[in-house]
């Protein structure tokens, strides 16, 4: 999906490529295949989702994902960076609710979701010294106690960071996470910007920890898909009602 919600400096880059072709992606866009297992599905350490309530929508790209969540029953929002997606994406689905938003900063009251999610948005970082721990205590920030935080993010082994330069330090870097400028993007989509990931899991789980009292669970996605490696991080995290 789109940025966090999508990089300043490329937003329309992104707007261009869901939304300006002659049939846009939103025609016959699937949601996520993690994010419909994970709301409709049933597995050993996957905790309870709730079914219904207020869905965020984080870095929404094209809409897919908050039409799945509106599907299943959620009221939901969706929020992206740049005014006009936000305009082609009302355009889109007018019945919709879609907001301009970062992800450092998202324009809703404290702990009013009950599901937040961020599918392969909350790692897209910009120039300024944002850290990828601001993004994650927003989405904290915004969700109710008992909610359930939803986030995808690449594992550094993912093709998306091959040829990647490590940028200078933020001031979470102790915590084992890399920023990396992307330079070899074979979508042409990434390129120059710089996406967050953890050096491995066991970084992903005690920073997670550090944003309050939560009951996480972590499951990845990896394999060669005609070339490309795709490694993914899936992480749940219930927020405590205390």
Known sequence: MNAYASPSGSSG??????????????????????????LRGAYPTLPAVPKDGVAVDVGCGDGRNSRFLSDQGFS????ETDKSHV????????EGQYLEGLCANLPLPTAMADVTVAWNSC???DESDVSLS??????????????????????PSSFIFSGAVLETKRADSLNGIRYLRVE?????????????TYRDTSFLRAHVAQLGTLELAVASEEGDWFGYRYDWWVWTAVKSPY
């Open 13 to 38: 880059a992104w707007t261009k490529h869901f939304f300006g072709r002659e049939r846009p992606v939103v025609s016959h866009a699937y949601p996520a295949q993690g994010l419909v297992r994970i």
């Open 76 to 79: 939901v929002i969706g929020i």
């Open 87 to 94: 305009s082609e994406l009302r355009k889109a689905n007018p």
């Open 123 to 125: 790692y897209y970082m």
């Open 134 to 155: 601001d993004h994650l205590r927003e989405l904290y920030r915004v969700t109710k106690p008992r909610g359930v935080i939803i986030v995808s993010m690449p594992m």
């Open 184 to 196: 070899q993007d074979p979508f042409n989509l990434r390129n120059g910007q710089v996406l967050a």
